[in-house]
């Protein structure tokens, strides 16, 4: 038998499997990972099948160096799905086995860590032993410790005997004692004996959606959609499903979009699931990270929590994937090899025998519309938990506001809103999307904007915690400098700063309530491995009365005692060059509405906004998501935008401007010229053109891009196949990646 290896090498040349003979006595299965010779050295690689048939001549024909694991790394189905996703997004296996396991598990970078164990040996009187040691108090003592047969860390035990290795040791040569090493797990969290709760008697509307997914989650099938409220109660529906899921041996995996969030749905599977609840997310040390897959890969966890790339936890008997707040932009991979979570979810879950479950107060038009469609079933929870009201939403014309005299951030609504709350004890979120609004350096004199000089975007002004410093930072590569005293381009003293951040919101409303404390969560206050969690619970422990942040808040969480919400300039996001900017707002604005009045008080939203008569900020205040889906998916229909449409591009990135530019009017011409002999195929293409990336530089690469748009039709498929092709064409001085629908199209 011979083994066909993929090595873990990104490179063209070695794309395709390498076949190596297996050594005797070895037994192999395919997804192992193995190191093998390449050339003059050893790489890391994966079995991707074992066959008796061999394409190397018997002279060059090299054994398997060694077996890295005991047991397969990569599952069957996980090996399947990597092939799939190669083919699909045209790039080496190699790059998309890498998906499947931990980064730290490659090249060995982390141990596994162990430790010693000493027990009783088997039918070993433990107090005649040790009376029978006589002279030696330590052995005599140990024995007594190991009483109880059950297995004990060395390690503890030298806590009560000082260094007790050489008599254990006696001990086991007499037969007395057995020792051994065991695998300690690095938890991501203290403790495992969290006391279990028992579920609240579901409410109609969450026992209804259960009954119309049971049948399917029984036989492993089944694709749904849940549109539920905010404060619907979705959780609860979730929890239960994957009760069902463990009751049939099964497994669940549960995708969050950010870790922001995790921290208390991680509580609540845990309060629930105990230690059968894994966590996967990036926020994990490698260590961790290395450890938790090992539970979920040897059984030990059979829950999976984990953000977008826990899509590809190693679960042998898959039963469940739940996708929560599905409309959210994490679930789409921003680093190659690209991916849709959701979409390898639903793959996962055919293959595999699963249902899948999307979820969201606010699901994405692509989603609602395969749903009405047919490819998903839609389920609805309409009304929140025990009849909650949803919360009263004013908008505020802050147009007006500004004509009456007031150059606050704050309207004058919001402004008496807070003190209320502030005055009867309850908790306030203040919301302000922040991207495309950074407070950024300009010069008044001559318009000179300081810039990043390895990306082509402005840098942001910080505050430094704690000291009266100010830096400016570039969000794209995190670079930081000085911001100038005087214009570097015309030496005027007349350089100031635009826009308003967060920490101008904090600000504010420190002037204006003095005694309040506030709680500010962005990428400056969140930069710690725990802060998420540390600022949530604080908040949540009424540490604070306001809590002030980015996207980062708008996310499912749940606070009781927040009573009033307040979105700061509704429409930040709209005027955004992307189609997705009216999705994207209304999203936002409904979700943060919904944090508001989740307990016994109705909850107070106060939507800021220069546009109040637009259709979109109209159907976020009504928070009705059918009407903002039927006159999006209309406006999508007439502007020809996805879904009715599909934008690819070749992406082109190299060192150097002028090779980038060549390189991708080259591919255009290529393009060009395949749609000039395929009439056919050019009928499905809408727009093509070459062109300087939105932002041209990033990280000291320069951008450029061919840009296609076409129809959204199986026919489109050659094209598409095609830019595959080209993103394979290798060049020493350009990288290509072919993008089709892109998270961003930065
Ligand atoms: P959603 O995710 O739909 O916005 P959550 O799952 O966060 O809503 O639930 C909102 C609140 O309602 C939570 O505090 C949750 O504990 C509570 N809840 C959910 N289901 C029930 C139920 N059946 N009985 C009582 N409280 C519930
Ligand atoms: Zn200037
Ligand atoms: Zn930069």
Same mark, same amino acid.
């Not at 679930?331 to 999307?358: F, I, W």
């Given at each position: 038998m011979f083994a066909h290896v993929v090595v873990d090498v990104v490179h063209t040349n070695v794309a395709k499997p390498f076949t190596y003979s297996i050594p005797e006595g070895i037994s192999l299965l395919a997804g192992t990972r193995v190191r093998v010779p390449l050339a003059r050295r050893t790489v890391e690689g994966i079995v991707v099948a074992i066959g008796d048939r061999c394409d190397v001549h018997p002279d060059r024909l090299r054994p398997i160096a060694a077996v890295l694991d005991p047991y397969p790394a990569v599952l069957p189905?996980?090996?399947?799905?990597?092939?799939?996703?190669?083919?699909?997004?045209?790039?080496? !296996?190699?790059?998309?086995?890498?998906?499947?396991? =931990?980064?730290?598990?490659?090249? +060995?970078r982390i141990q596994i860590k162990q430790e010693a164990m000493a027990e009783l040996a088997a039918g070993v009187d433990a107090q005649a032993a040790a009376d029978a040691q006589g002279r030696s108090l330590k052995r005599a003592t140990l024995l007594r410790l190991l009483a109880d047969a059950k297995p004990h /860390?060395?390690?503890?035990?030298?806590? &009560?005997?000082?260094?007790?290795?050489?008599?254990? *040791?006696? &001990?086991?040569?007499?037969?007395?004692?057995?020792? +051994?090493?065991?695998? %300690?797990?690095? #938890?991501?969290?203290?403790?495992? $004996?969290?006391? +279990?709760?028992?579920?609240?008697?579901?409410? /109609?509307?969450? *026992?209804?959606?259960?009954?119309?997914? +049971?049948?399917? #989650?029984?036989?492993?099938?089944?694709?749904?959609?849940?549109?539920?409220?905010?404060?619907?109660?979705?959780?609860?529906?979730?929890?239960?499903?994957?009760?069902? %899921?463990?009751?049939?041996?099964?497994?669940?995996?549960i995708l969050v979009p950010e870790i922001a969030l995790? =921290? @208390?749905?991680?509580?609540?599977?845990?309060?629930?699931?105990?230690?059968?609840?894994?966590?996967?997310?990036?926020?994990?040390?490698?260590?961790q990270r290395l450890d938790e897959w090992r539970r979920i890969r040897l059984g030990h966890a059979s829950v999976v929590i984990g953000a977008r790339s826990a899509v590809f936890a190693p679960v042998e008997r898959l039963g469940l994937i739940v996708v929560d707040e599905e409309h959210e932009q994490?679930?789409?991979?921003? *680093?190659? =090899?690209?991916?849709?979570?959701?979409? %390898?979810?639903?793959?996962?879950?055919?293959?595999?025998?699963?249902?899948?479950?999307?979820s969201s107060a606010t699901p994405s038009i692509l989603s609602f519309a395969m749903a009405n469609r047919?490819?998903?079933?839609?389920?609805?929870?309409?009304?929140?938990?025990?009849?909650?009201? #949803?919360?009263?939403?004013?908008?505020?014309?802050?147009?007006?506001?500004?004509?009456?005299?007031?150059?606050?951030?704050? $309207?004058?609504?919001?402004?008496?809103?807070?003190?209320?709350?502030?005055?009867?004890?309850?908790?306030?979120?203040?919301?302000?999307?922040?991207?495309?609004?950074?407070?950024?350096?300009?010069?008044?004199?001559?318009?000179?904007?300081?810039?990043?000089?390895?990306?082509?975007?402005?840098?942001t002004l910080h505050k430094v915690e704690g000291e009266e410093?100010?830096?400016?930072?570039?969000?794209?590569?995190?670079?930081? @400098?000085?911001?100038?005293?005087?214009?570097?381009?015309?030496?005027?003293?007349?350089?100031?700063?635009?826009?308003?951040?967060?920490?101008?919101?904090?600000?504010?409303?420190?002037?204006?309530?003095?005694n309040v404390k506030a709680i500010r969560m962005d990428i400056d206050t969140t930069h710690q491995r725990d802060a998420h969690y540390r600022l949530l619970s604080a908040f949540r422990e009424g540490k604070a009365q306001a809590l002030i942040g980015t996207q980062m808040i708008t996310?499912?969480?749940?606070?009781?005692?927040?009573?009033? %919400?307040?979105?700061?300039?509704?429409? &930040?996001? !709209?005027?955004?060059?992307?189609?997705?900017?009216?999705?994207?707002?209304?999203?936002?604005?409904? @979700?943060?509405?919904?944090?508001?009045g989740r307990a016994a008080e109705t909850g107070e939203v106060v939507v800021q906004t220069y546009q109040p008569e637009h259709p979109c900020i109209l159907a976020a205040a009504a928070q009705d998501y059918r009407a903002f889906f039927t006159q999006e998916f209309q406006r999508r229909r007439t502007g020809l935008y996805p879904p009715f449409t599909m934008i690819a591009r070749l992406l082109v990135e190299s060192p150097q401007a002028e090779p980038a530019q060549a390189m991708s009017a080259r591919l255009l011409d290529t393009i060009e010229a395949y749609l @000039?002999?395929?009439?056919?195929?050019?009928?499905?293409?809408?727009?093509?053109?070459?062109?300087?990336?939105?932002?041209?530089?990033?990280?000291? *690469?320069?951008?450029?891009?061919?840009?296609?748009?076409?129809?959204?039709?199986?026919?489109?498929?050659?094209?598409?196949?095609?830019?595959g092709e080209l993103s394979q064409v290798s060049d020493a001085h350009c990288q290509i990646y072919t993008e089709v629908n892109p998270a961003t199209l930065i």
């Open positions: 189905n996980l090996l399947a799905l990597a092939e799939e996703l190669a083919s699909e997004a045209h790039c080496p !296996l190699s790059e998309t086995l890498r998906l499947m396991i =931990p980064a730290a598990m490659r090249q +060995s /860390p060395v390690a503890e035990l030298g806590a &009560l005997v000082t260094s007790p290795q050489d008599a254990l *040791k006696k &001990l086991e040569q007499a037969g007395l004692v057995r020792l +051994s090493m065991r695998d %300690v797990f690095r #938890l991501p969290y203290e403790d495992l $004996s969290s006391p +279990s709760t028992a579920a609240p008697t579901l409410t /109609p509307e969450q *026992k209804a959606a259960l009954s119309i997914m +049971s049948p399917a #989650l029984m036989q492993g099938r089944g694709s749904f959609l849940l549109h539920g409220v905010t404060g619907s109660g979705k959780t609860e529906v979730y929890l239960a499903m994957v009760q069902a %899921v463990l009751a049939q041996g099964k497994a669940a995996i995790t =921290p @208390q749905m991680v509580g609540w599977f845990r309060q629930r699931f105990g230690p059968h609840t894994a966590v996967l997310h990036s926020r994990l040390t490698d260590g994490t679930y789409l991979s921003d *680093k190659h =090899p690209r991916y849709d979570a959701r979409r %390898v979810a639903q793959s996962r879950c055919a293959r595999e025998g699963a249902t899948l479950l999307l047919g490819d998903y079933t839609l389920v609805e929870m309409p009304t929140r938990v025990n009849g909650r009201p #949803l919360p009263h939403v004013t908008l505020v014309d802050m147009r007006l506001e500004l004509s009456a005299g007031n150059r606050s951030i704050f $309207s004058l609504l919001l402004q008496q809103k807070l003190k209320a709350s502030f005055d009867s004890g309850q908790q306030v979120m203040l919301f302000l999307n922040r991207r495309g609004y950074n407070t950024f350096v300009s010069c008044r004199n001559c318009g000179y904007v300081v810039k990043c000089e390895q990306c082509d975007v402005s840098m410093a100010e830096q400016l930072r570039c969000h794209f590569c995190g670079a930081v @400098q000085k911001p100038p005293d005087v214009c570097p381009q015309c030496g005027s003293r007349h350089i100031r700063y635009f826009g308003s951040g967060t920490q101008k919101v904090e600000e504010e409303l420190l002037k204006l309530f003095p996310k499912g969480l749940d606070f009781p005692n927040v009573t009033l %919400v307040g979105v700061i300039a509704a429409d &930040l996001t !709209l005027n955004l060059p992307d189609y997705r900017s009216q999705e994207r707002t209304f999203q936002l604005v409904t @979700q943060m509405a919904g944090r508001a @000039q002999a395929h009439p056919a195929q050019k009928r499905r293409v809408l727009m093509l053109r070459a062109d300087a990336a939105p932002v041209v530089k990033i990280r000291g *690469k320069y951008r450029y891009h061919v840009l296609l748009k076409l129809f959204e039709h199986p026919d489109a498929q050659p094209v598409l196949k095609l830019l």
